[in-house]
């Protein structure tokens, strides 16, 4: 069975850190695409950042360049998504996901979540002063 387990996620106020973590279990060796979404209440889902593995390929929506750091520990089989400078407009429940190492780009992804086969739960988000 193929879980994926977010956590990290909690309440900070304005210019503070956050830490995510996805650790995947019962994933076959072909789904090293990794990404991270999130939505917030009233609005529709959107790829925050994806990562291949033996690619290294990563990608960062606009909206984080620059703050948030996506990365992979393989011996802990574990993905980071590191938000610092975190601002009220990244309030949102945060979504890990799996797809398969195949012909499409990080970028097709992460965009249109193209691929995606796997879903975690979700890991909530809270910027407010």
């Known amino acids: 069975q193929v879980q994926l387990v977010e956590s990290g996620g909690g309440s900070v106020q304005p210019g503070e850190s956050l830490r995510l973590s996805c650790a995947p279990s019962?994933?076959?060796?072909?789904?090293?695409?990794i990404g991270w979404f999130r939505q917030a209440p009233g609005k529709v889902r959107e790829g925050v950042s994806c990562?291949?593995?033996?690619?290294?390929?990563?990608y960062y929506a606009d909206s984080v360049k620059g703050r948030f750091t996506i990365s992979r520990d393989n011996a802990k089989n574990t993905v980071y998504l590191q938000m610092d400078n975190l601002n009220p407009e990244d309030t949102a429940e945060y979504y890990c996901?799996?797809?398969?190492?195949?012909?499409?780009?990080?970028?097709?992804?992460?965009?249109?979540?193209?691929?995606?086969?796997?879903w975690g739960k979700g890991a909530l988000v809270t910027v407010s002063s």
């Open positions: 996901a799996a797809a398969p190492h195949t012909s499409f780009t990080i970028e097709t992804m992460c965009v249109m979540e193209y691929g995606i086969r796997y």
């Open positions: 019962g994933l076959t060796s072909e789904y090293d695409r």
């Open positions: 990562i291949g593995d033996g690619d290294g390929n990563t």
